[in-house]
């Protein structure tokens, strides 16, 4: 039985009639404000923790591997920019000289 506003106002009225209006209006704030079924479990909680957990670490797996993709690739084309510059200088300046 779905549990709407109309049975939740006559539950109030009844234990405003057998345990006082202070007692009703406790009971009524203690009860959820909708179905039992709408409300999160410990296990629930549980659930959605561990998952959020294998998601959060799978994610950080592709970051790391995407980083280290970056850095390498940087790291090679700043080798190759190194000597090529230090290649175009020596020939530039003439340092070497070959017999």
Known sequence: MAVDERHRHRLH????????????????????????????????LDELRTGLRTEFRADLATLDRDLTHAMSRLSNRLIVWFVGTGVAVVGATGILRFA
């Not at 006082?20 to 479990?41: K, N, Q, S, Y």
């Open 13 to 44: 009225e009844a234990a405003r009639e057998a345990l006082g209006d202070d007692a009703a209006v406790t009971l009524m704030e203690m009860l959820p404000p909708v179905g039992w079924a709408d409300v999160a479990t410990k296990r629930d």
